[in-house]
């Protein structure tokens, strides 16, 4: 099956149950299949070696030892050294000799009779940092590339990890919690247990108590660089591994349960009952793929063009393609995402929160600009009257001035957002290429639609405006409000005069007259923020009356009556509550 679907390529959407091979660059993850493989055959280098996915299919047989490649049928490799230099030129054939990765994946068959039965997918080591001239982004290649076959159900995980770095720090262990987080499909591999440092041990890793995976850890010994770089056999290299389990006080209880040997077995026999838990419901998906395929090929073979139901149903097909590819550009959810610059919904999104703010910026005054036409609006309200207090309509004036600058910004996003949405359509109309006068139909009707909803949108930005225009609600809680602003004076006043009671505002002569007493006499003042008191001369030691401001009022007198002959200013003080009137 892993070779039919490497034909196939990737389309089929049936998930295999496999096992997939995933490590950081220096967790010895080569040296773990070569030592499954008993044979050095996998490419080795600095940076990355592996960028394509290697599925490695072992075959136990006892007619002798060759690999096969699923690329040159026919041709048998009994030198390894060969089947390493074949991984490299396919590598280089299909990604270029730029240290580029493909998802497109190498099948290589060994037969042995020192393997057992098994698949395995190797994958590029993960890395953190591009070095020489590997891409940039050559980390989110790789993660992606191991996310394509790690996230599928029934992929099993074979996370390798160094024992002498911390395990909370695997990159494999972390990828594999992200999609397994419950740790029922993980396996954990621990190499480089003869690396720990000196009085350090992986016990509690190994019997499952640290990090626990529900299918548990195996540790292995990989040989060292300098063993690699001798040439050092992989069978003394397996009897060397044996030896350290059984004479380490730490793993010799373990030794049965540790090692490349025992790995093997465990890994045979858990894709086995993998694949027997599995093959009933990828049998049920291959009989419901078969039974819709038959049933296309026999609706082709009565096939005519000129069937009015077949028409139709293309056209509906046609039609759900273009309003797919319409709906995946607004929602950016299609596949085609484009990395280069802002389209569809994102240029719209771009419109709504960046360009029409921008244009609603430009629109308003500046402060010095928006005072002298306030001046200007009161001063015309005005007209020939000198006026004491501000007109309300100076206050609706600019409101609606200010209101109405709004309009213009608007109805241009609008257009902005219509021309986007035509472009949309133009790009989706390409779905349908192969049908012209369909295309040209669904671009002109769509289109039109466009227009008209354009037009509403404008009307309906103008009604709203209006409606703004229409009246001035001040008692909204984006106003203060007269009351509120009374109240807010009043208790203003009150605190003013509750912290400087005593704070003298004024002091001078006046002259005080009582409407009962005829003849007015000139008095020392003494005016605070709450009492005004008069004294016979300017020491202030001799009080003749203190007046409590508290509900007392003025007014103006003109020069007629009793003060009709006086050059000084007649100001009538009078208590609301008592009426004595100064």
């Known amino acids: 099956l892993q070779d039919a679907f490497s034909h196939v390529g990737s389309g089929t959407g049936i998930d295999l149950p496999q096992i997939a091979v995933v490590g950081g660059q220096s967790a010895g993850k080569s040296s773990v299949l070569e030592n499954c493989v008993g044979k050095d055959f996998l490419p080795r280098g600095s940076g990355i070696v592996t960028r394509r996915p290697l599925v490695l299919q072992l075959n136990n047989t006892k007619k002798g030892e060759w690999a096969e490649f699923l690329h040159a049928k026919g041709k048998k490799f009994s030198d390894f050294d060969q089947v390493r230099k074949e991984i490299e030129d396919e590598t280089d054939r299909m990604t270029g000799s730029n240290k580029g990765i493909s998802n497109n994946p190498i099948n290589l068959r060994i037969y042995s009779p020192n393997v057992l039965d098994l698949t395995l997918i190797d994958l590029p080591g993960l890395t953190k940092v591009a070095v020489?001239?590997?891409?940039?982004?050559?980390?989110?290649?790789?993660?992606?590339?191991?996310?394509?076959?790690?996230?599928?159900?029934?992929?099993?995980?074979?996370?390798?990890?160094?024992?002498n770095a911390d395990l909370a720090n695997s990159d494999a262990l972390k990828l594999a919690k992200e999609v397994d987080p419950e740790g029922l499909r993980t396996i954990g591999v621990i190499t480089k247990l003869d690396l720990m440092d000196q009085g350090t041990d992986a016990r509690a890793i190994l019997e499952n108590r640290h990090l626990p995976l529900r299918r548990g850890y195996i540790g292995i010994v990989n040989r060292s660089q300098k063993d690699i770089d001798g040439k050092k056999d992989i069978k003394a290299a397996a009897e060397a591994e044996k030896r350290f389990f059984l004479s380490h006080e730490a793993y010799k209880h373990l030794a049965d349960r540790s090692g490349t040997a025992y790995l093997q077995k465990a890994l045979n026999q858990q894709l086995t009952n993998h694949i027997r838990e599995t093959l009933p419901a990828l049998r049920q998906k291959l009989a419901g793929q078969m039974s819709a395929l038959e049933k296309d090929v026999k609706d082709y073979k009565n096939f005519s063009p000129d069937d009015p139901a077949m028409q139709t149903k293309v056209m509906i097909s046609m039609l759900n393609t273009f309003s797919g590819d319409f709906e995946n550009d607004i929602e950016g959810s299609g596949d085609g995402i484009d990395t280069y610059q802002l389209t569809g919904g994102a240029k719209i999104s771009l419109l709504f929160h960046e360009r029409f703010p921008y244009e609603l910026l430009k629109a308003d005054l500046d402060e010095s600009e928006l005072r002298r036409e306030i001046v200007f609006a009161i001063r015309n309200l005005h007209a020939i009257r000198v006026g004491l207090f501000t007109p309300v309509m100076a206050f609706e004036v600019m409101c609606r001035q200010q209101?109405?600058?709004?309009?213009?910004?608007?109805?241009?996003?609008?257009?902005?957002?219509?021309?986007?949405l035509t472009n949309i359509i133009r790009i989706c109309g390409e779905g349908v290429s192969r049908y012209p006068n369909l295309r040209s139909e669904l671009e002109q009707l769509a289109a039109e639609q466009c227009k008209t909803l354009t037009r509403e949108t404008k009307d309906h930005i103008q009604v709203v405006i209006s409606t703004e225009l229409a009246y001035m609600n001040t008692n909204h809680h984006d106003f203060i409000g007269y009351a509120n602003a009374q109240n807010g004076e009043k208790a203003s006043s009150h605190k003013q005069r509750k912290v400087a009671s005593d704070q003298v505002i004024r002091r001078g002569w006046l002259t005080v007259s009582n409407f009962g007493v005829l003849k007015a006499k000139e008095y020392w003042f003494r005016l605070t923020s709450e009492t005004l008191s008069w004294y016979r001369d300017e020491t202030e030691e001799d009080q003749k009356y203190m007046l409590r401001l508290e509900n007392v009022q003025f007014r103006e007198l003109q020069e007629s009556g009793h003060f009709s002959f006086s050059r000084k200013h007649h100001i009538l003080l009078y208590n609301t509550e008592n009426k004595n009137i100064f």
């Open 132 to 163: 020489g001239d590997q891409p940039v982004d050559i980390e989110t290649q790789i993660r992606d590339m191991i996310m394509h076959y790690i996230t599928k159900p029934n992929c099993l995980i074979l996370a390798v990890s160094p024992a």
């Open 403 to 420: 209101i109405n600058r709004l309009l213009e910004p608007s109805l241009r996003c609008v257009d902005l957002v219509a021309e986007e």
